[in-house]
């Protein structure tokens, strides 16, 4: 939600409702797991260039301030192919826990 005021705007993502907001970096070259959540959704807010974004099968690279949203069951990775660390914002709407992350996919061996 967007409100204008006399001196700009703000954006509001969440209003008196459970979500959890982090702000994730990723250094040069790496990327987190392909996974899935059962229980929350995700917005990401890409914060730096250089973010590459996997989503339910589409690869996108995004603009600063672009936005996407992950549904609950979407698969969803988070890379970078910037030579400097990256950031997002991300912020998840539902139950969250770090335990229910499913990962498909992994370059650290997680899986």
Avoid at 15 to 35: A, D, F, Y
Avoid at 60 to 81: C, F, K, Q, S, Y
Avoid at 82 to 111: H, K, N
């Amino acid at each position: 939600m967007t409100d204008e005021r006399p001196w700009g705007r703000f954006e509001r993502f969440t209003l008196n409702e459970p979500s959890t907001v982090k702000l994730i970096h990723v250094e040069p070259g790496q990327r987190l797991s392909l996974q899935r959540h059962r229980d929350r959704d995700e917005l990401w807010v890409a914060l730096d260039p250089g973010l590459v974004f996997e989503v339910a099968g589409r690869t996108i690279h995004p603009e600063v301030g672009d936005r996407v949203l992950i549904r609950a069951g979407e698969t969803h990775r988070l890379g970078t192919r910037s030579a400097t660390t990256v950031r997002i914002m991300e912020i998840a709407f539902g139950r969250f826990d770090e335990d229910d992350i499913e990962r498909l996919e992994d370059s650290y061996g997680r899986t």
